[in-house]
């Protein structure tokens, strides 16, 4: 079964209550219609038309709206937030979905098909906030190769490709640990964390690679049954006999399921390289880090796109 294939089977089976607030978008109402006829999720849709089968909540004439308003006004008070101005941010979709997942009144949100990719990161950040003993909150593509005569077959998680800009060496420690997470969650796979550079096991020295060689040992540390390897080029990584030949003393015991980029720049880069020119499918960003499920969807996405999206965000659920 194929990867994607497998996370819809899963989603079913959990049987997730995600929000949709932007319900207003045709693309999005006709994801619900998807995803309620596949079983993929129970869906709550912000505005937009009635759908048989889908809850549906006016976020601006909700009834409980003042008292989402008063939770988000003592949740930051202390940095000025006023009455009234709560009670109108809790008229924002985006901001009182991402409300009603922290209240448990759903398993997690997808936006951000009208809403900027700030405004929905924001809000997943400030009301839902970081899960406990995660470093960083961050971001991963997943990344699928099933079509034919692909070199490699299955999924993989690219990290962070979407939100930290420069982590540094802590950082990118909670990157590769929560990347190594959402694989065992997503995938259903023991991850094989590579990584990645321009050097491989100490080919080069530069004052940048300082920061994934103590990276390396702080997941180690925190981790110390989890197969992971690095600093590595991509082509050690990937190919066995080539990784064999450069860092023989590795101890990943195949190819990594697991990517993780030393900036943002390079993970951008490297999986929009990889969905052009190799075909593989990418999904996300997909954050990862927070308490309960929020996710980010591109104001290009399509509606499959949002059916995905809404998958992997009940496969995050706990």
Request: aromatic share 2%.
């Amino acid at each position: 079964m194929k990867p994607l294939d497998r996370i819809h089977e899963a989603a079913k089976a959990l049987d997730r209550h995600i929000i949709l607030p932007e319900g207003e978008d045709p693309r999005v109402a006709k994801a619900a219609r998807r995803l309620l006829a596949g079983g993929l999720a129970r869906v709550t849709l912000m505005g937009g038309p009635e759908i048989p089968g889908a809850g549906r909540i006016d976020p601006a004439g909700a009834p409980d709206l003042a008292e989402l308003a008063d939770h988000w006004h003592r949740m930051r008070a202390a940095r000025g937030m006023t009455a009234e101005r709560a009670l109108t941010e809790m008229r924002d979709p985006i901001r009182q979905a991402a409300m009603r997942v922290r209240l448990g009144q759903a398993d997690g949100t997808v936006g951000g098909a009208v809403a900027t990719t700030a405004d929905t990161v924001r809000a997943a950040l400030q009301i839902i906030g970081k899960a406990p003993g995660a470093g960083i909150v961050s971001s991963f593509f997943l990344m699928l190769s099933c079509g034919p005569g692909a070199p490699v077959r299955g999924g993989m998680i690219f990290a962070d490709c979407g939100l930290v800009i420069q982590p540094d060496a802590r950082e990118l420690a909670a990157i590769a640990l929560s990347a190594a997470d959402s694989c065992r969650r997503i995938l259903a796979e023991e991850p094989r964390v590579a990584l990645l550079s321009f050097s491989t096991a100490g080919s080069a020295e530069h004052p940048s690679l300082g920061r994934i060689r103590e990276a390396l040992a702080l997941i180690r540390a925190a981790a110390p049954g989890l197969e992971v390897d690095g600093e590595m080029q991509f082509d050690a990584a990937l190919d066995d006999a080539i990784r064999a030949r450069k860092a023989p003393e590795s101890p990943l015991t195949g190819r990594p399921n697991v990517f993780v980029f030393p900036d943002l720049a390079a993970g951008n880069i490297g999986y929009k390289i990889a969905e052009r020119l190799a075909g593989l499918t990418a999904i996300g960003p997909i954050l990862q880090g927070l308490a309960k499920p929020a996710n980010d969807l591109s104001r290009a996405c399509s509606v499959q796109d949002i059916v995905n999206a809404t998958a992997i965000t009940a496969m995050q659920t706990k």
